[in-house]
């Protein structure tokens, strides 16, 4: 049975000023993946996830999401369509409480009416979602605290826990472990793990830390200077002799 | 044609003004992202430091009382805007400048009283070059701005001056660690912008009259100025000060008789003028595309 | 009494003008300065509107008020067109442009002499009656806030403060967040200005204005925790404090000052109390 595309990236070039940050890469992402994005500083990853979520303009190229072409959606389109973005400064507001955060992706994900908070029956729905996403993470505890109180690492956590709460099916997360302990890096890759496959998602992630990386991911993607430099397993990507001096010279 | 040149002077002493203004306000942004609304009120504060030189004796002594004015102003904004406000969000110190530029003004109406005060008595001497009149103040603005349009073009684009300037305000520490004393150069720019503020606050009000709020009008144009020119390049900055005087002028000037455009009509048509400019080039006319990061 | 009804009509319209100013400065980081010309605008639209053409109060209101949202639109695309620093430039420039617009156009505005003789309608003809209906009005505005802040678009729109990235990426779009916190706020500042036009019932130019500016920015800084309370006693606080200190014997040459000079002083020191607290939008990725 020939596997659904999620997201299809064809010849894309991304230009910021007079830079061609990245240049003529094709990717196909299919249901249910875990793709890894690997590659030196500055070689236009963090930018490659900005083309496809619409943070960054298209110079050419086609992005499609589930299917739907979204060169000429904006990034609050894009999210409608089904995509849900991590940020490698953490998308979560720290000026809200752990419960305000996750009730904005619900809100989004369910499409909630305006007057839901008066509601017992949404506020009812609302809250157990929020209660298990807040559980599965280990964060219950601080539901009503700020969300700024937290550690970087479980920051990550509670931002997992937001893309979980999410309709969204394709996932882009930007180095979730930047800043994180050994301790919760385990919990974070569980927490990864779970959201394939316990929830279905197809996860695309940037990420540094290749033994965390290689841990999780179905095929690795290997950017270098704006380009597609190579694809593969992990452990084709990890023996390969290029990879190596791409990252220690 | 008499009349054409002569709308261009007119515009070319007024901006100068703008100029001087604009110059003070992109010396204090390259240094601490702060719109320093304070200036035009500084620039009164110098023209009313004159005056008082002048009452008291002769001109020197209103020279000294409009530089202690100045430097003393310049100090205290300083202190105001980069030690007791910790905050480095920029428009938050608009505000904390403006509540500052506000208290001036009233200060200045409490002691001077809202009545203008002239600081030439009877009419004011005209130059006339070829046929074009100029006030004696607007040949000494032309002068001094042309002299400080020049200084400041070079000072900072082509001297390591320039350079420490605008990277004190991106990264103070990283300043600081390479050896150089950020916060004294933050106080020389504050007061040397205090300096050019108060000499167009004495020139303008040589050439009209002088009132407490008489500063407030320029440094909105100024601020404009700097924004159309593009706020990191002071090339953009001088240009943009000439434009958002000549045009208006003109408009007043040359409009179709049914429009009768009277000189109240200027600020509207700076704004006007700004917008449309800003609306099609939002980082300024000589802006370039920059990547965000 | 009457000395107390203009206090109070003073503080139910500041009460207003200082929910629009939360609304956009302190929830939303939108140093949205034009509210003082929506507050004036609004009070000019409603004077001409009435010494123009026969229509009741209540039209003449919704009108003004119609006319202030377009003039929140016009803002509100600007908001998207140009940077944080430019928007505040020309946002504050526009008090100035304005007033300009005002003096010129004499034969609409009535130019530097103003427009004198605005009635008011029979029902809210005594200063008494005013007082009751201005705090009806602030009431029903401090009502449609709550709703706001509590519900999702409240959520948004502290959201886009804060990181208006992320807001995006859950699915809403960032301009609109901002397109109804201008506009909205434009309104409720229409709201106030009407509410002080109807006091004075003339209207010059330099209503509203800088002063107006100072005010709002300093209730906005005041309450900067989005709840009805910090936004009505911030208002107290910043009308009834200066009412208290006139009463204070200062030389006369003050008198016409005071009240610009305690704001002033309050807001220098407002910033700096607040300063680690206060985050603006920011836009950019």
Redesign the interface.
Known sequence: MTKKSILKIENLHVQ??Q?MINQDISLEVFDGEIVGIVGPNGCGKTTFF?AI????PIDTGLVSINGLEVNNL????R??QG???G?QNV??????TLE?NL???V??ALE?P????FSSKHKQKVDKLVNKALKDVELLEHKNSLAGVLSGGQLRLLEMAKLNL?NANLLLIDEPTAGVSPVLRNQLADSIKQLSQKHGKTIVIIEHDLKFLFSLVDRVIVLVDGKKYMEGKPKEVQNDKRLKEVYFG | MEFFLQIIANSLVLGTQVLFLALSLYLIKAVSKIEHVALGAIATACGYGFYQGLLIGSNVMALLFSLVVAFTFGYLSFLLLEKFYKNKEPLLGLIVSLSMGLLIEAMIAIVFKSSSKSLIEGILPIVDVMGVKFTLPGVYTLAIGFVLALAAFVLVNKTPIGRTLRSVSENSSLVSSLGINQLKIRKSVYIISSVIAGIVGVLAAMNTSLTPNMGFNLTITAFIALFVGGSSDIKGTIVASFLLSLIPEFLINYAPSSFEFTNSYRMFFVFALALIILSFKPRGIFSKNIRQS | MGYLFTVLTRFFWATVQGVAGQLSVSMAGIFLLSLSVCFSFSAYSFAILSKNFEFSFWLTFILSLGLTSLLGFLFSYLYTKVSKDSFTVLALSSILGFDAFVKSFDGLTGGVLGISGILRPAFIGKLQSLVIFSGLIVGIVLVMHYLVVKSSLGRKIRAFKEHPVALESLGTSKNSVSRFVIIWGSVISGIAGVLELMRLQFLDPSFGGIPNLILFVSIAILALKPKLSSVVLASMFVVFVPEIISFLNFPSQFVGHLRTIFYCVLLIFLVRQVSGKFTISKREI
């Open positions: 910021l000023g830079r900005n979520s619409g943070f960054a904006s990034p609050s389109k999210a409608k995509l849900a973005r940020f998308g979560v507001f720290k000026e809200m305000e009730i904005m992706a809100e989004n909630l305006m007057y839901w908070m999410s």
